[in-house]
């Protein structure tokens, strides 16, 4: 039962490399999300896809781009890395409508650090 | 006033104790809320939802006001497993796909 499932789990770029985050969820989730995790911060809302074919910029989207592939994929793409993009990435999904709309179930992490 | 705010902690407390968090939120319209359990370096899972009276479960009971705006967590005979980082969850606005993250309340329970 894999349930949500991000690569790579660690990354190291330096400033100006582009790289993409896969994550994949075999809930048959409508809904998934991107957010980003530093000290102090919380978690914050990059971008969200409320069902397969839309996405909706979060809080913080500058400096990344989503594509929701299909039901069960839906990665982020940094174009071009910056030093305030390191940090430790989440993807989560939910069933988005029905009992239990919002509840979350989060990947692993990918821990990304920018040089 | 923040969205969502949370006591950062920590809260050390010995084994055994009762302890209680709450988390304040800005938006009156939001409707179901949520606390999740983060352990040190790992993802965010769910502890509990919060409806409008309340929930228990086990050990654990979270509580909502809504005329004060907060959500609480009471967690009774800590276990030195429960030692974590406790989030806050509120959704932004009427809909329910923007939920926001309290930064969290760190507990440490020592014997």
């Known amino acids: 039962n894999a349930g949500v499932t991000q690569t790579p789990k660690f990354q190291v770029l330096k400033t100006g490399q582009s790289m993409t985050l896969q994550c994949a969820q075999d809930?048959?989730?409508?809904?998934m999300y991107w957010y980003r995790q530093d000290p102090g911060m919380g978690l914050r809302l990059i971008y969200y896809?409320?069902?397969?074919?839309?996405?909706d910029k979060g809080e913080v989207p500058n400096g990344y781009n989503v594509s929701r592939l299909n039901k069960r994929e839906f990665s982020l793409r940094l174009e071009s890395a910056a030093p305030s993009q390191t940090s430790v990435y989440f993807c989560?999904?939910?069933?988005?409508?029905?009992?239990?709309?919002?509840?979350?179930?989060f990947g692993a992490g990918s821990r990304l650090t920018v040089l | 006033r923040k969205e969502v705010e949370q006591d950062p902690g920590p809260f050390n407390v010995p084994e055994g104790a009762t302890v209680a968090f709450n988390c304040t939120y800005s938006?009156?319209?939001?409707?179901?809320f949520f606390w999740y359990r983060q352990d040190c370096r790992k993802e965010p899972k769910l502890l509990m939802s919060?409806?409008?009276s309340g929930n228990e479960d086990g050990r654990f009971t979270a509580q909502l006001n809504r005329a004060s705006q907060y959500i609480s967590l009471l967690i009774r005979d800590s276990k030195l497993s429960d030692s974590a980082t406790y989030l806050c969850v509120v959704p932004l606005g009427g809909g329910g796909n923007k939920l926001t993250f309290g930064t969290g309340t760190q507990l440490k329970v020592e014997l």
């Open positions: 938006n009156s319209a939001s409707q179901s």
């Open positions: 809930m048959n989730h409508n809904s």
């Open positions: 989560a999904s939910s069933r988005g409508e029905g009992g239990g709309a919002n509840v979350l179930t």
């Open positions: 896809s409320a069902s397969e074919g839309t996405t």
């Open positions: 919060v409806y409008s």
